[in-house]
């Protein structure tokens, strides 16, 4: 008797999952998921970076605020705000928010535990006529 219940109850279960999954398959309001931001795409060619994304000084410049601070190292850019809400001494980051030619090196980004998910892009090239 148990047998057939189990039975019944495990097909009910598989029916129900394959009518489930053949009349949902496909529906584009099941694939609207707010994916997270991902960083940039990188390739790396004889131990240097490649970004996808160049980001002009006028735009490091912008984001000099505790709530949108955007720090440059070696030329390459991190968002640190996040960072920052998450640390409690964050003073000489402060200072740096928006700056294009920052204080900060790698060793600093290392000791404050900056890592790469932080990265976002690399600061485009000057003009030679600017």
């Known amino acids: ?25 496909g529906r584009s309001d099941l694939a609207e998921v707010d994916l997270p931001e991902v ?11 490649v970004f996808s994304q160049s980001i002009k000084a006028e735009q490091v410049i ?4 505790p709530t949108d601070c955007w720090v440059v190292d070696d030329n390459l850019i991190y968002d640190v705000t996040e960072w920052l809400a998450d640390n409690s001494q964050p003073k000489e980051v402060l200072s740096e928010c928006g700056r294009v030619e920052s204080k900060l090196n790698s060793t600093d980004m290392q ?18 006529n600017e």
């Open 1 to 25: 008797m148990i047998t057939r219940v189990v039975f019944y109850l495990t097909t009910a279960v598989l029916v129900f999952g394959v009518f489930y999954f053949a009349t949902n398959y």
């Open 39 to 49: 960083n940039p795409v990188q390739t790396t060619t004889n131990e240097s970076v």
């Open 62 to 65: 912008a984001h000099n605020q």
């Open 111 to 128: 000791e404050l535990e900056i890592t790469q998910d932080y990265l976002i892009g690399e600061l485009s090239p000057q003009e030679e």
